[in-house]
């Protein structure tokens, strides 16, 4: 999440006309983006946290793109699409907001004393007593010609002082935060809303062990999901509804065996890794019948045969994944102890 791009887009987007779902879809990408403005939500996700429609969001994109405001870089894996890489226009960006802080109103008076000009200094001087205004010498500050001393003034809302306890829990929850950067590959920024939820279940009593623990779960359950990777950021990962869940399963996962963590995957010792984009491209031509261009594997070949006994084609549609998953993730492993033997 890029504080500074959101604040970009709050500040200059409407002043430079952008405005309704355009604005709508550049304040998501922005919040999903880097400093140096790269995102890559899916348009199913943008479409659902903004409340439009699918080709809503890509005719945005398309005006924004065309407009210089973005560019977007389409990605494919094999045979399957990836969502695509978006690149924010940060110096457009960044005048437009700078156009924004330009225009805003310097003084109070500005508009009320804007035709004042007009007036001769005897109207002028008619007028301010039919108001019953004094005009302070100092141009319009009052606390000038005040006699209380400007010193006094004190704003009743000073921070308080953090207690120790306090200090520690933040300096805890920016351990938390560091370690989901380092495990997830983000880079969120030391932030109120990155924080936050972090330090909220310190203070309900989960410790910081535990939070890693299912930092290091929910990167295992989703890390390799781009659609689901909003659901690693600090502020959905640690929220009170979910997180005591994600927690529960993160313990199961551990004493099941906790599996080692080696070039960003996670592998237990003797696992087979799965080659997600060959097994969900040979998943699509056993529902859809189409032959492959090129012979299949003898594990699709297997995966297939055990898939037809166990008449996948005949269940509904997540449920048929993920026994295709499963089905496909055993035959490999058997595969792996033959060769082995």
Same mark, same amino acid.
């Given at each position: 999440? !890029?504080?500074?791009?959101?604040? @970009?887009?709050?500040?200059?987007?409407?002043?430079?006309?952008?405005?309704?779902?355009?604005?709508?879809?550049?304040?998501?990408?922005?919040? #999903?983006? !880097?400093?140096?403005?790269?995102? @890559?939500?899916?348009?199913?996700?943008?479409?659902?946290?903004?409340?439009?429609?699918?080709?809503?969001?890509?005719?945005?994109?398309?005006?924004?793109?065309?407009?210089?405001?973005?560019?977007?870089?389409?990605?494919?894996?094999?045979?399957?699409?990836?969502?695509?890489?978006?690149?924010?226009?940060?110096?457009?960006?960044?005048?437009?907001?700078?156009?924004?802080?330009?225009?805003?109103?310097?003084?109070?008076?500005?508009?009320?004393?804007?035709?004042?000009?007009?007036? !001769?200094?005897?109207?002028?001087?008619?007028?301010?007593?039919?108001?019953? #205004?004094?005009?302070?010498?100092?141009?319009?500050?009052?606390?000038?010609?005040?006699?209380?001393?400007?010193?006094?003034?004190?704003?009743?809302?000073?921070?308080?002082?953090?207690?120790?306890?306090?200090?520690?829990?933040?300096?805890?929850?920016?351990?938390?935060?560091?370690?989901?950067?380092?495990?997830?590959?983000?880079?969120?920024?030391?932030?109120?809303?990155?924080?936050?939820?972090?330090?909220?279940?310190?203070?309900?009593?989960?410790?910081?062990?535990?939070?890693?623990?299912?930092?290091?779960?929910?990167?295992?359950?989703?890390?390799?999901?781009?659609?689901?990777?909003?659901?690693?950021?600090?502020?959905?990962?640690?929220?009170?509804?979910?997180?005591?869940? @994600?927690?529960?399963?993160?313990?199961?996962?551990?004493?099941?065996?906790?599996?080692?963590?080696?070039?960003?995957?996670?592998?237990?010792?003797?696992?087979?890794?799965?080659?997600?984009?060959?097994?969900?491209?040979?998943?699509?031509?056993?529902?859809?019948?189409?032959?492959?261009?090129?012979?299949?594997?003898?594990?699709?070949?297997?995966?297939?045969?055990?898939?037809?006994?166990?008449?996948?084609?005949?269940?509904?549609?997540?449920?048929?994944?993920?026994?295709?998953?499963?089905?496909?993730?055993?035959?490999?492993?058997?595969?792996?102890?033959?060769?082995?033997?």
């Amino acid at each position: 999440m !890029s504080v500074k791009l959101s604040a @970009y887009v709050w500040d200059g987007l409407a002043q430079a006309g952008v405005k309704g779902t355009q604005l709508l879809v550049m304040l998501r990408l922005a919040d #999903f983006s !880097s400093d140096e403005g790269t995102c @890559y939500p899916g348009i199913e996700t943008i479409a659902r946290q903004i409340g439009a429609g699918r080709s809503t969001v890509i005719t945005a994109i398309t005006q924004l793109q065309k407009d210089g405001w973005l560019s977007r870089e389409e990605r494919r894996k094999g045979n399957r699409n990836k969502t695509n890489l978006y690149y924010l226009n940060v110096q457009k960006l960044r005048e437009a907001a700078a156009g924004f802080y330009s225009d805003s109103p310097v003084s109070e008076y500005s508009e009320s004393e804007r035709s004042k000009p007009e007036y !001769s200094k005897s109207e002028r001087s008619e007028n301010d007593k039919n108001t019953g #205004f004094d005009r302070p010498e100092s141009g319009g500050d009052p606390l000038v010609n005040s006699k209380q001393d400007p010193s006094d003034n004190k704003t009743s809302c000073q921070p308080a002082a953090q207690t120790d306890a306090e200090v520690e829990i933040t300096d805890q929850a920016r351990q938390v935060l560091n370690y989901l950067n380092l495990v997830t590959g983000s880079r969120y920024q030391v932030s109120k809303s990155s924080l936050d939820n972090i330090r909220a279940r310190l203070r309900e009593g989960f410790s910081p062990e535990e939070q890693q623990l299912t930092v290091d779960y929910m990167h295992a359950k989703w890390g390799g999901d781009l659609e689901m990777a909003e659901y690693l950021r600090p502020s959905t990962l640690f929220q009170p509804s979910k997180f005591p869940g @994600y927690l529960e399963g993160a313990n199961a996962w551990n004493r099941a065996g906790r599996p080692a963590r080696k070039n960003g995957k996670w592998e237990r010792e003797g696992e087979v890794a799965v080659d997600a984009a060959e097994r969900d491209a040979a998943y699509r031509r056993f529902i859809s019948g189409v032959a492959a261009t090129k012979a299949p594997s003898a594990l699709e070949k297997t995966v297939c045969a055990e898939a037809s006994k166990a008449n996948i084609r005949s269940m509904r549609a997540d449920f048929a994944i993920s026994q295709w998953a499963k089905i496909w993730k055993e035959c490999a492993q058997r595969q792996q102890g033959v060769k082995a033997a």
